[in-house]
């Protein structure tokens, strides 16, 4: 991993805030700087969307496994040091973590490396949202991003496994009422909801939200994966396309601001929604690995380069148990938690191993590690 000295991190307080006059930032062996990072807050979740978690559901970990709050607050001070600026909260369900408000609030006051505010995101369910969104928001909350796959309520639970369509539609309106900013995010499935994107689009635009829409992801070893289910994102947006009566156009973006995340932004042309936009995620078809610039950590603190693959590094254990030889960073272990995240960026891969016939994927369900 190439190491590159940067200033001194300042405003983080005294307890989170990086001392050290040298923190590198984060880049892998192939010269990709990671600048986001994905931390999942629970492996539990009041849903069960059929992509996400086997019917039978999966095994929960101890909850002396699980990462403490002010265990998170430490680690995600440590990225920031180290020149990430965007945490996104992930679950699981993060609403179901009990004091959550207070880590957001506990993250907005962080400071990247360059002393720019640390943006704390989050993604969730919605169906706890209608009663936190003005507390998250509150607490510094930069932006929320609500899954929704269908606004009709068979299909709603049909694909989630509960009926609380109700519940996140709900959540949608409370957060627009608060004036936290809005993403919706939509796993598109052929045969399924297929002929709802442009009316999810609607939805979304309506609450000032930007619809986003994924493809299908072979996890779980794919035996969630159906092969004929998969849109692709060319057919996502040629649909959106023809619904709406309008040109897609990529959008054109500031080559000074970084890219967050995986999504490719559209503008709709013409008929009564110009200039709206809209997000593809597209891991299946257009593969954005040669960009990627994320990691991600799961409940228990394992570390992962990779979406799509099951190898991680102990983050938990550097966290709880650091080594008492002196290393590189700075606060409680972070000696212990940069070797750590350097040994899993020399080894983060070039590009993911799924395959549209559904082999390829990781162990992992989505469920225990957020997306």
Same mark, same amino acid.
């Given at each position: 991993m190439r190491?590159?000295?940067?200033? $001194? @991190? /300042?405003?983080?307080?005294?307890e989170?805030?990086?001392?050290?006059? #040298?923190? &590198?930032?984060?880049?892998?062996? +192939?010269?990709?700087?990671?600048?986001?990072?994905?931390v999942?807050l629970t492996d539990?979740?009041?849903?069960?969307?059929?992509?996400?978690?086997?019917p039978e559901?999966?095994?929960?970990v101890?909850r002396?496994?699980?990462?403490?709050?002010?265990e998170?607050?430490?680690?995600?001070?440590a990225?920031a040091?180290?020149?990430v600026?965007?945490?996104?909260l992930?679950?699981?369900?993060p609403?179901l973590?009990?004091?959550?408000?207070w880590?957001?609030?506990r993250?907005?006051?962080l400071?990247t490396?360059t002393?720019?505010?640390? $943006? @704390? /995101?989050?993604?969730?369910?919605g169906?706890?949202?209608?009663?936190? #969104?003005? &507390?998250?928001k509150a607490?510094? +909350?930069?932006?929320l991003?609500?899954?929704l796959d269908?606004l009709?309520?068979?299909?709603f639970?049909s694909?989630t496994?509960?009926?609380?369509?109700?519940?996140?539609?709900a959540?949608?309106?409370?957060?627009?009422?608060?004036?936290?900013?809005?993403?919706l995010n939509?796993?598109a499935?052929?045969?399924?909801?297929d002929?709802?994107l442009?009316?999810?689009?609607?939805?979304?635009?309506?609450?000032?939200a930007?619809p986003?829409?994924?493809?299908?992801?072979?996890m779980?070893?794919?035996?969630?994966?159906v092969?004929?289910?998969l849109?692709?994102?060319?057919a996502i947006?040629?649909r959106?396309?023809?619904?709406?009566?309008a040109?897609?156009e990529?959008e054109?973006?500031?080559?000074?601001?970084?890219a967050?995340g995986?999504?490719?932004?559209?503008v709709l042309?013409?008929?009564a929604?110009?200039?709206r936009r809209?997000?593809?995620?597209?891991?299946?078809?257009?593969n954005?690995?040669?960009?990627c610039?994320?990691?991600?950590?799961?409940?228990?603190?394992?570390l992962h380069?990779c979406?799509?693959?099951?190898d991680?590094?102990?983050?938990?254990?550097?966290?709880?148990?650091p080594?008492?030889?002196s290393?590189?960073?700075?606060?409680?272990?972070?000696?212990?938690l940069?070797?750590?995240?350097?040994?899993?960026l020399?080894?983060k891969?070039?590009?993911h191993?799924?395959?549209?016939t559904?082999?390829?994927?990781?162990?992992?369900?989505?469920?225990s590690?957020?997306g």
């Open positions: 190491l590159v000295q940067v200033r $001194r @991190v /300042v405003g983080a307080g005294p989170l805030s990086a001392q050290a006059s #040298a923190s &590198p930032v984060l880049v892998d062996r +192939l010269e990709r700087r990671v600048r986001y990072l994905r999942s539990r979740c009041s849903m069960r969307c059929t992509y996400c978690m086997p559901g999966i095994e929960h101890e002396s496994e699980v990462l403490s709050l002010e998170v607050a430490r680690m995600v001070a990225f040091a180290w020149g600026e965007r945490v996104r992930t679950g699981g369900e609403t973590r009990r004091g959550l408000t880590l957001v609030e993250l907005a006051a400071r490396d002393g720019a505010p640390l $943006r @704390v /995101v989050m993604t969730s369910n169906e706890l949202i209608a009663r936190l #969104a003005g &507390p998250l607490a510094g +909350l930069h932006t991003t609500i899954s269908s009709d309520r068979e299909r639970a694909i496994r509960r009926d609380r369509l109700e519940q996140v539609i959540g949608f309106k409370a957060a627009h009422a608060v004036g936290l900013p809005l993403k939509t796993v499935v052929r045969g399924f909801n002929d709802e442009g009316a999810l689009c609607r939805f979304a635009w309506a609450h000032d930007t986003r829409f994924i493809e299908l992801m072979p779980a070893a794919g035996r969630l994966f092969p004929g289910e849109m692709p994102a060319a947006r040629e959106i396309g023809a619904e709406l009566g040109v897609v990529p054109s973006m500031d080559p000074t601001q970084g967050f995986p999504a490719q932004y559209f042309r013409g008929g929604h110009d200039g809209f997000g593809t995620i597209a891991a299946m078809t257009e954005f690995c040669g960009s610039n994320r990691l991600r950590v799961s409940a228990t603190g394992q380069a979406l799509a693959r099951d991680a590094g102990d983050l938990r254990s550097a966290l709880r148990h080594s008492q030889e290393g590189q960073g700075s606060g409680q272990g972070s000696g212990a940069e070797r750590v995240v350097r040994a899993a020399g080894h891969r070039d590009s191993g799924f395959e549209q559904g082999s390829g994927g990781p162990q992992k369900a989505m469920i590690i957020g």
